[in-house]
T-cell receptor, first 114, second 116 residues
Framework: DGGITQSPKYLFRKEGQNVTLSCEQN?????MYWYRQDPGQGLRLIYY???????QKGDIAEGYSVSREKKESFPLTVTSAQKNPTAFYLC?????????????FGDGTRLSIL | AQKVTQAQTEISVVEKEDVTLDCVYE???????LFWYKQPPSGELVFLIR??????QNEISGRYSWNFQKSTSSFNFTITASQVVDSAVYFC?????????????FGTGTRLTVIP
């Protein structure tokens, strides 16, 4: 079945360590998104990419980095510069020009600090 | 300024009661889309409905119904005869295609608890 796969489901980060969250989709979607969700808050956009080898900062990009080398993959790196990384991270995708279509979401990765 | 406001942080109802989740949005665009998503305890976001700004017709899908009113910038969601399985966090979201990125602006969510 087509969908979005996020891994790992749970991730722990030590102080000063970079960690990478994986997001893979087999929906042939062009655009992909990373959101952060904190308790009691809605989803906030970290980065998005509309085509391969191109990506844009969202509202809270500081302390994060992404790459889009393949259409299917949009990994998110939480760097040591992100001082409060504990959150639930969701990846989403949508086909190009599908402005009226819903974004498809993965199951999320829960990141915690050791 | 918050583009999507869900003023109800948490709601508890007894099973079989009806419940309405409020959503108020803010946009200057004439073309926009509104969405409702459900987030069960497992964490994934489940798409429930999409509505474009030119279609004010209310919609009913089983026990779910949506009331879109442009005059009050509201897109409220009603669950009739609630069930325990409806317990989740519900998000309202806005998309403004004219920004060119199809980004979704989410409300802070309403946590619905249905008590058996």
């Amino acid at each position: 079945d087509g969908g979005i796969t996020q891994s790992p489901k749970y991730l722990f980060r030590k102080e000063g360590q970079n960690v990478t969250l994986s997001c893979e989709q087999n929906l042939n979607h062009d655009a992909m998104y990373w959101y952060r969700q904190d308790p009691g808050q809605g989803l906030r956009l970290i980065y998005y990419s509309q085509i391969v080898n191109d990506f844009q900062k969202g509202d809270i990009a500081e302390g994060y980095s992404v790459s889009r080398e393949k259409k299917e993959s949009f990994p998110l790196t939480v760097t040591s510069a992100q001082k409060n990384p504990t959150a639930f991270y969701l990846c989403a995708s949508i086909s190009a020009g599908g402005w009226n279509q819903p974004q498809h979401f993965g199951d999320g990765t829960r990141l915690s600090i050791l | 300024a918050q583009k999507v406001t869900q003023a109800q942080t948490e709601i508890s109802v007894v099973e079989k009661e009806d419940v309405t989740l409020d959503c108020v949005y803010e946009t200057r665009d004439t073309t926009y889309y509104l969405f409702w998503y459900k987030q069960p305890p497992s964490g994934e976001l489940v798409f429930l409905i999409r509505r474009n700004s030119f279609d004010e017709q209310n919609e009913i899908s089983g026990r779910y119904s949506w009331n879109f009113q442009k005059s009050t910038s509201s897109f409220n969601f009603t669950i009739t005869a609630s069930q325990v399985v409806d317990s989740a966090v519900y998000f309202c979201a806005l998309s403004e295609p004219q920004t060119g990125a199809n980004n979704l602006f989410f409300g802070t969510g309403t946590r619905l608890t249905v008590i058996p």
